[in-house]
C-alpha cells in the first residue's frame, strides 16, 4: 500500500500540523459531512484527517492562523472541491 500523501505547516510559534492532503482525504470523510454548515464541515473533516497532536496545536492557534492554514493547504488541492468562504 502506498503512503498517504501529507501535508506538513509550521505555525508562527514553530508547532508543526500533519494532515493529508486536500486530494487525498477519503470520499467518505466528505459524504459523512456534506449537509454540515461550512465550519462543521471543514472542521469535522479536520477531525477525520488530523492526528491528537496535529489537532491540539490547532486548537491554540489564533484563527487568523487557522485560515492562512486552510488557504495554504487548498493551495494544494489537485482538483478536490472544498467549500470556499
Partial sequence: ????????????DGSVIEMLSADAIP??????NRN????DFMFSVVEDIMDE??????????VSEVGELFQKWQAGNDGVALPES
Fill in 1 to 12: 500500500m502506498a503512503a498517504e500523501k501529507k501535508f506538513t505547516y509550521t505555525t508562527r
Fill in 27 to 32: 470520499a467518505g470523510a466528505l459524504r459523512r
Fill in 36 to 39: 454540515k454548515s461550512e465550519v
Fill in 53 to 62: 497532536d496535529s489537532l491540539e496545536v490547532l486548537d491554540r492557534m489564533p
